[in-house]
């Protein structure tokens, strides 16, 4: 069975800093992997996916991730966080197979401050 | 307008009583799914149907039933509910693809008293 974890409940940084939400993995073979993004009172929205290839996977609203086979990793990246960029944050797998069961992980609050 | 909906936004619903979540989706996606999302718990997936007619069970399918007779809806049913069952529930569609992202409705918070 495959599962995510995000080690992180809560990451907070100031405004024009480089932010990084942590995930890591576990599924048999390889994944597909997800970020999205929920905003309070709404649905969550993707944000960027690794398929194959160039382990640099850019996204919306210049998010980016980096798949690390060895570490089972996939931790999403901005270079400088906005305030608009506050927000629950899940990671998610899924194995390369039929089977369209999406793991979340538990998800992490990010607070960028002003 | 396209898009995915869902209906009630709130709902508040006693012990024992019969609850149904509506879902409806206007991009002919293949795929749909439901989710309920607790804290600490990220979401997990109840129930997800691959076309009309076929569905299957997901993480936490008991004391849940759906149905799927066209493709853009699919209702989520607490047949007898429980205050465990107290959370917000996400529909999704995605096209057929394990690979491709999933689209997600604006939820529904329900509470069981």
């Known amino acids: 069975a495959q599962s995510v974890a995000q080690p992180e409940d809560q990451v907070n940084v100031a405004e024009g800093n480089p932010l990084t939400v942590k995930c890591t993995y576990s599924?048999?073979?390889?994944?597909?992997l997800f970020w999205y993004v929920q905003y309070p009172n709404r649905g969550l929205q993707f944000l960027l996916k690794?398929?194959?290839?160039?382990?640099l996977v850019k996204g919306s609203y210049g998010f980016e991730a980096e798949f690390n086979k060895s570490q089972t990793s996939f931790h999403l990246k901005k270079p400088s966080a906005l305030v608009s960029d506050s927000a629950l944050y899940f990671c998610?797998?899924?194995?390369?197979?039929?089977?369209?069961?999406?793991?979340f992980g538990a998800g992490t609050t990010v607070t960028v401050r002003a | 307008d396209a898009g995915i909906t869902q209906s009630p936004r709130y709902k508040i619903t006693e012990t024992g009583r019969q609850v149904t979540l509506m879902c409806h989706q206007t991009?002919?996606?293949?795929?749909m799914f439901w989710y309920r999302q607790d804290l600490g718990h990220g979401l997990r997936l109840i129930y997800y149907?691959?076309?009309?007619?076929?569905?299957d069970k997901g993480e936490v399918p008991d004391g849940y039933v759906v149905s799927r007779s066209k493709t853009e809806n699919f209702p989520l049913t607490l047949e007898s509910a429980t205050r465990s069952q107290t959370s917000v529930y996400f529909c999704?569609?995605?096209?057929?693809?394990?690979?491709?992202?999933?689209?997600f409705g604006p939820g529904t918070r329900l509470t069981v008293l």
């Open positions: 999704a569609s995605s096209q057929g693809a394990p690979y491709n992202e999933q689209f």
């Open positions: 149907s691959a076309a009309a007619d076929i569905t």
């Open positions: 998610a797998v899924s194995p390369r197979s039929n089977d369209y069961k999406l793991s």
């Open positions: 599924v048999s073979g390889n994944p597909y």
């Open positions: 991009w002919s996606h293949s795929y």
């Open positions: 690794y398929i194959t290839g160039d382990n």
